[in-house]
């Protein structure tokens, strides 16, 4: 089985290190879910990964040959990132029929009947210019390049801002029958966690430029815990155990707990205990707003 490697990968900016000591492994024929703060460094690492920017120390590699301005390797990888707005220029200016002509030359394995199928699906008016749609429309047309281009890797940079919760569940049903059919491997990052928790095979998250955790997102979410309770109630009963985000309120505690293979809570103290979803988990580990 092939794998997408990051051995000790670092990207620095005007002396800032955006990217500390990367060090991730992406089997073949999986759907990772990449979340992350904004700044974290998501599309930095994406970017990277597809050879659209130099790492500043370390190395990608793909089934052992490294990615950087390494064609073979490059034609397998597909990073479909947001499409800017502001522009009325250069590739901006061109029609959608003609931007995935464009798309089409970049990619070997394009498929043009799955993107005019798309291009229906999603009622987008092939000669509308690119700088002319909205948010959500040039949301589907990154969907469609991800999607037709076929590449082994398929990198979806926020596929879903803009877009309709019809839309997005429209995405996920075509995520998952492509998925299905061809066992490619899929990374998307987004913000809107929950509705894609049950899609994330395995979970990556990021936070401050660093892998913070990468795990299966059900054995992750089986051992997350919310603990509630008088504060020392929920002291005694989370003691010796992975503790993060706890909150005082008056003299009540909340904490989230993720428990090691074996462990449980401690004895039978009067608290709350409750299952997490992948975003509270999110919010608890990396603190602040989604």
Not at 16 to 39: A, H, M, P, S, T
Not at 51 to 78: A, F
Request: with cysteine; aromatic share 8%; net charge neutral.
């Amino acid at each position: 089985m092939g794998s997408l490697k990051c051995e000790n990968v670092k990207k620095t900016y005007n002396k800032k290190e955006v990217l500390k000591d990367i060090n991730l492994n992406l089997e073949q024929g999986k759907i990772y879910g990449l979340i992350g703060r904004n700044g974290a460094g998501k599309t930095t690492l994406l970017s990277i990964m597809s050879s659209q920017n130099p790492q500043s120390g370390g190395s990608v590699t793909l089934d052992g040959e490294k990615v950087w301005e390494n064609q073979k390797v490059i034609d397998k990888i597909c990073f479909s990132r947001e499409i800017s707005q502001m522009s009325g220029f250069g590739q901006n200016s061109l029609k959608i029929k003609d931007y995935l002509k464009a798309a089409a030359i970049f990619y070997p394995k394009w498929n043009k009947e799955m993107a005019d199928e798309l291009v229906a699906k999603f009622e987008l008016n092939p000669k509308k210019k690119i700088c002319k749609l909205s948010k959500g429309m040039l949301s589907m047309v990154t969907i469609i390049i991800a999607l037709a281009s076929e590449a082994e890797y398929t990198f979806l940079d926020e596929p879903v801002a803009g877009l309709d919760v019809v839309a997005r569940d429209q995405f996920y049903k075509l995520l998952l029958r492509e998925y299905t059919k061809s066992g490619r491997t899929f990374v998307i990052s987004t913000h809107i966690i929950e509705e894609a928790a049950e899609v994330f095979e395995e979970v990556i998250m990021l936070n401050q430029g660093k892998i913070l955790l990468k795990e299966n997102t059900q054995e992750l979410l089986e051992r997350a815990y919310h603990v509630s309770g008088k504060a020392e109630d929920v002291e005694a009963a989370t003691a010796g155990l992975e503790v993060y985000h706890k909150e005082m309120i008056g003299r009540s505690m909340g904490a989230t707990v993720l428990l090691k293979e074996g462990e449980s809570l401690n004895g039978q103290y009067p608290v709350s205990v409750q299952k997490m979803t992948l975003e509270k988990l999110f919010v608890a580990l990396c603190g602040g707003e989604v």
